[in-house]
């Protein structure tokens, strides 16, 4: 089962609070969690199943991967506590990690696909 998510707010390079206070990143991820809540919701059935989660950041000027990823890091904590994934290890949800150029502003943002259902890790 896929469920796809478009969330108008861009992924910030980590460089933008990394450095900074814990006070900048925190309220950094409340943006974050006013905007999933809103618009994702909690699940009505928590996940039992390893998922994935596939992020599309359409933006103006890409990243380099590796501020994306860490710029990404509330997405899964907030998918984590809304029932979407079951905890943020990778036993339990893997990530795909996309940026896509976008030239017109109205239609930037991020874009978040859960796919449900996986089998956990054969390791």
Same mark, same amino acid.
């Given at each position: 089962?896929?469920?796809?998510?478009?969330?108008?707010?861009?992924?910030?390079?980590?460089?933008?609070?990394?450095?900074?206070?814990?006070?900048?990143?925190?309220?950094?991820?409340? !943006? *974050?969690?006013? /905007?999933?809540?809103?618009?994702?919701?909690? @699940?009505? #059935? +928590? %996940?039992?199943?390893?998922?994935?989660?596939?992020?599309?950041?359409?933006?103006?000027?890409?990243?380099?991967?590796?501020?994306?990823?860490?710029?990404?890091?509330?997405?899964?904590?907030?998918?984590?506590?809304?029932?979407?994934?079951?905890?943020?290890?990778? !036993? *339990?949800?893997? /990530?795909?990690?996309?940026?896509?150029?976008? @030239?017109? #502003? +109205? %239609?930037?943002?991020?874009?978040?696909?859960?796919?449900?259902?996986?089998?956990?890790?054969?390791?």
């Amino acid at each position: 089962m896929i469920d796809e998510f478009f969330i108008p707010m861009k992924i910030e390079s980590s460089n933008t609070f990394v450095w900074a206070s814990w006070r900048k990143y925190n309220g950094y991820k409340k !943006k *974050w969690k006013k /905007a999933m809540g809103f618009l994702v919701g909690r @699940k009505a #059935k +928590q %996940e039992t199943k390893r998922t994935r989660i596939e992020i599309v950041s359409l933006r103006g000027r890409l990243l380099d991967r590796e501020n994306l990823i860490a710029g990404s890091k509330p997405i899964p904590d907030i998918l984590k506590e809304l029932g979407w994934i079951v905890d943020d290890s990778e !036993k *339990w949800f893997f /990530a795909r990690y996309v940026q896509k150029l976008e @030239k017109n #502003k +109205q %239609e930037r943002g991020t874009i978040i696909r859960v796919f449900s259902g996986l089998e956990k890790n054969k390791k």
